[in-house]
């Protein structure tokens, strides 16, 4: 399943943060593209390494500004991949215009960037012995899902279905859509605890961490005056 919009309402302000954000990782997908192999040392600078918090140790290659709390922040903007960004801007995109509506532009950066470091933290407390750098935006698209479930429960999301080699539009609940995409994130993440998360390539508890702490952040952020009027908004 596939989600390519949500229920049209009229939008009461330009989403420049979500834009911001979706040029931003862009840009450095294509800086990451430019350095050929040498994206590996960019990966292990400025993705986030559980080993260097758990001693406290900045591993070589260093870390932007000289501290690997850095990479804290600038893991959320590299991607492992064509489809690792595209994914997570497709979902920032669908997703990401709603929340900010409601929350407006300052309170929303907020949320997505707080939710992105409480996922960071959530996987290294899961993976304290890697050395494995983590990056991607995708433990904050996690809290925005959060958030746009607790904003929107009742919306409807356009869905692309596969059904073999048949393709089909429909829409599916949010709760039902989102719901089930945490409950994936949470078995696959009990799973990878009897052996290493990383020998799936996904940083299961990175989601569910950035995702239940949007739970509550955007019922704390969200401004009553701009609460939601029920159903999605365009984007």
């Known amino acids: 399943m596939i989600p390519i919009g949500?229920?049209?309402?009229?939008?009461?302000?330009?989403?420049?943060?979500?834009?911001?954000?979706?040029?931003?990782?862009?840009?450095?997908?294509?800086?990451?593209?430019?350095?050929?192999?040498?994206?590996?040392?960019?990966?292990?600078?400025?993705?986030?390494?559980?080993?260097e918090f758990a001693?406290?140790?900045?591993?070589?290659?260093?870390?932007?500004?000289?501290?690997?709390?850095t990479t804290l922040l600038t893991s959320m903007f590299?991607?492992?991949?064509?489809?690792?960004?595209?994914s997570n801007m497709l979902f920032l995109w669908v997703y990401g215009d709603n929340v900010e509506d409601s929350l407006g532009h300052g309170?929303?950066?907020?949320f997505y960037l707080l939710c992105g470091l409480i996922a960071s933290g959530t996987h290294i407390f899961f993976n304290r012995g890697s050395s494995i750098p983590s990056i991607g935006a995708s433990g904050a698209i996690?809290?925005?899902?959060?958030?746009?479930?607790v904003?929107?429960?009742?919306?409807?999301?356009r869905t692309l279905l596969f059904l073999g080699p048949f393709i089909t539009m429909t829409r599916v609940p949010a709760l039902l859509l989102i719901g089930f995409w945490f409950v994936?994130?949470?078995?696959?993440?009990?799973?990878?605890?009897?052996?290493?998360?990383?020998?799936s390539g996904v940083a299961f508890w990175a989601h569910v961490g950035g995702f239940?702490?949007?739970?509550?952040?955007?019922?704390?952020?969200r401004q009553p005056r701009r609460a939601p009027f029920g159903t999605a908004l365009r984007h």
Not at 107 to 110: A, E, H, P, S
């Open 6 to 51: 949500d229920d049209p309402g009229p939008r009461r302000v330009t989403p420049l943060v979500t834009f911001s954000l979706i040029a931003l990782n862009i840009l450095a997908f294509v800086y990451e593209l430019s350095l050929g192999s040498g994206v590996e040392g960019l990966f292990r600078s400025a993705g986030v390494v559980p080993l």
């Open 55 to 69: 001693r406290n140790q900045d591993l070589p290659p260093a870390a932007p500004g000289g501290t690997y709390y």
């Open 78 to 86: 590299l991607h492992g991949g064509l489809l690792h960004i595209g």
């Open 107 to 110: 309170r929303f950066l907020l």
């Open 142 to 149: 996690a809290g925005l899902l959060a958030g746009y479930l």
């Open 151 to 157: 904003l929107f429960p009742r919306a409807s999301i």
């Open 184 to 199: 994936t994130q949470v078995f696959s993440g009990v799973a990878a605890l009897g052996e290493s998360e990383q020998t």
């Open 212 to 221: 239940v702490a949007g739970l509550p952040l955007v019922l704390l952020l």
